[in-house]
């Protein structure tokens, strides 16, 4: 053993004992900070992978941010950290990254003391009569900074820049205007990230792996509870603030994640009420073709002993219980109001269907995408043995 060696083993020893930090490394191509504020988790998930290209096209360290959360009437957006989700180090795979938590410890009193920070917005936004980012003004912006005791001292417009760093030479032009050098952290107001998820960071998904804390969650309820054997994962989007958004779907043949089914320019068609809002009909008809499909695809192992619901709202048990007797298919849902627990189970189900315009069902087709395991949509694509005689269910 060299001296070098040994030296190396010390220092790691003297920090795990002293839990002290003895030398940060600090990233001379600077950082990105966010705030997910937009949306709950489906949203913030297309988000993240959007910040995470666009952090790696810059090179500079993403941090990751809290995910932002809602709780039935509390006034304030609640923060959790990022890896109570997801581990940090499959993303180290593709690109240096570290936790909010870890950057405000080690890196922020470095490098963005409490009287450089500036926000950065593409212009001006908020109500207040002087220009600014006023990054802090509403929910959960303010709550979101005010988690880590953050205020800011200035604002910077970044328009007319943006974030497609695929084309027009965008992270060169990035870091010609905001040199990290000049500008060690760049924090956004939002997340430097469009919606929906842009095609090209779709695969970026195959870094998130969930944490161990919720998957073994899931992994307890498909063990103890759903019946040995195959089984089919649905999602039913359907509370109260869909039905709204689905009446507008004429409108907006392109709403939030439909792209993923109908492509980025509707080349595969314009979205339906049906695919906002299947029809309980349209669901079971639907859900009954696919067991049989599968049954009889002839494998043994592949006999659908059960489905497994996840919805915001109306999870349909009764009615699906109901309509599934006769195939001796028994349907269940988590016993709590778990979404992502509800994420880790769809996206191991023997077959998926899920709903096109909705950004929670998109994170599940992206994460099976990457193992390759099979997903369908409600009402996509359109049906054409509708009515017909061969549609014998
Ligand atoms: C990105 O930055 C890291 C150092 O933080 C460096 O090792 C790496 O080569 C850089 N990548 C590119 C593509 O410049
Ligand atoms: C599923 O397949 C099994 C064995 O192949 C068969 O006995 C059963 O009737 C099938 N059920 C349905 C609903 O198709």
Redesign the pocket.
């Known amino acids: 053993m060299n001296s070098f060696v040994v030296l190396n083993v010390f220092w790691v020893l003297i920090s795990a004992f002293h839990n002290v930090v003895t030398s940060v490394f600090i990233d001379p191509l600077g950082y990105i900070v966010y705030c997910p504020c937009m949306g709950r988790f489906g949203n913030q998930a297309d988000h993240f992978l959007g910040a995470l290209g666009f952090a790696h096209a810059l090179n500079r360290t993403l941090v990751l941010p809290p995910w932002v959360e809602y709780r039935y009437g509390e006034p304030k957006s609640i923060q959790v950290p990022f890896d109570k989700y997801f581990k940090v180090q499959p993303l180290m795979k593709f690109h240096k990254v570290m936790t909010m938590e870890k950057f405000m410890d080690e890196v922020a009193p470095i490098e963005w003391p409490s009287n450089k920070r500036v926000s950065f917005c593409y212009m001006e936004r908020g109500t207040s009569a002087i220009k600014s980012c006023n990054a802090k003004e509403g929910n959960p912006f303010g709550p979101f900074w005010d988690t880590y005791s953050i205020d800011f001292d200035g604002s910077e417009f970044y328009g007319p820049l943006h974030y497609d760093v695929y084309h027009h030479n965008m992270a060169e032009q990035w870091n010609n205007k905001y040199p990290a050098q000049k500008f060690p952290v760049l924090a956004f107001t939002g997340a430097p990230a469009s919606f929906p998820v842009q095609q090209e960071n779709r695969e970026l998904q195959k870094y998130l792996e969930w944490s161990n804390q919720v998957t073994m969650k899931a992994e307890t309820f498909l063990k103890e509870i759903l019946p040995k054997g195959a089984f089919v994962g649905i999602h039913l989007r359907n509370g109260i603030d869909w039905v709204r958004a689905c009446e507008h779907i004429k409108d907006s043949p392109n709403l939030f994640a439909a792209p993923q089914c109908l492509g980025y320019r509707n080349e595969r068609g314009k979205a339906t009420q049906d695919m906002c809002l299947p029809t309980k009909e349209t669901i079971i008809r639907q859900l009954k073709r696919t067991?049989?499909t599968i049954?009889?695809s002839g494998n043994?192992d592949n006999?659908i002993k059960s489905i497994y619901v996840a919805s915001d709202s109306n999870h349909m048990i009764v009615d699906l219980n109901e309509a599934l007797k006769?195939?001796?298919?028994e349907v269940f849902k988590y016993p709590e109001s778990n979404p992502h627990v509800d994420l880790i189970i769809l996206g191991r189900a023997n077959h998926f269907i899920g709903n096109c315009i909705s950004s929670f069902s998109a994170f599940v087709k992206r994460e099976r995408d990457v193992h390759k395991f099979p997903s369908s949509f409600w009402a996509f694509p359109k049906d054409k043995g509708r009515g017909h005689i061969h549609d014998e269910l």
């Not at 006769?326 to 298919?329: A, D, E, I």
């Open positions: 067991i049989k049954n009889n043994k006999i006769r195939m001796k298919v």
